[in-house]
């Protein structure tokens, strides 16, 4: 069976309580102008995974985070929405797959709205570069949005629902954000509920 989500309670996102994720937020951003060449191209990539260890050695502050909660991400990946992009509604991984998001640059304002899909509907694709998988959507319809955040703190989601990034109305520059993603096999991988039971 497809992963559904209509008439269901369960939870597709849930915000973190992080007290100074606005330094880490910094110094992720520094890690990218200053370590990577993701912002110096003419059209930055949508998604870029990038190695683990080498962001953390650049980025301290999130490594302390993560070892406090001994949380040893397996995936560092960089989102860059330009400011003038059109919502591209997609399916990162068909199964359920819980990942860390969290805004780095113009992150205010902006929306991530969240569709209910078929899976018959999806068909597999590749970023232009070659790397990044994910799903595409083959059929247009109006679907059911079923919920929607603003990414204004770091926060859980479920990349297997359908969403779309919608940048802020009166964005000017790129929408950065990073992701970090983790052992495929662990329930906090799994379920957003995992997660309110982990940080118990």
């Not at 209509?6 to 200053?34: C, G, Q, R, T």
Request: glycine share 4%; net charge negative; hydrophobic share 40%.
């Amino acid at each position: 069976m497809g992963h559904q989500i209509s008439n269901s309670m369960i939870p597709i996102y849930k915000f973190l309580e992080v007290d100074n994720f606005h330094a880490i937020s910094d110094e992720v951003y520094n890690y990218v102008v200053n370590q990577t060449d993701i912002l110096k191209a003419q059209e930055p990539v949508f998604f870029t995974d990038t190695d683990v260890q080498h962001a953390l050695e650049h980025v301290p502050l999130l490594s302390d985070f993560l070892n406090q909660r001994s949380l040893i991400p397996t995936k560092f990946s960089i989102i860059v929405v330009p400011a003038n992009m059109d919502p591209y509604l997609h399916v990162d991984t068909k199964d359920a797959f819980v990942r860390i998001l969290w805004p780095v640059r113009n992150c205010k304002g902006s929306r991530t709205k969240f569709y209910d899909i078929p899976r018959k509907y999806l068909k597999l694709s590749r970023l232009p570069d070659g790397g990044v998988i994910y799903y595409d959507i083959i059929k247009q319809h109006n679907w059911e949005q079923v919920d929607e955040f603003e990414l204004s703190a770091p926060l859980i989601f479920d990349a297997s629902v359908a969403h779309a990034v919608h940048p802020a109305p009166d964005a000017t520059g790129h929408r950065i954000s990073f992701s970090l993603g983790f052992d495929r096999e662990l329930p906090i991988s799994k379920s957003v509920t995992a997660w309110v039971e982990f940080q118990q």
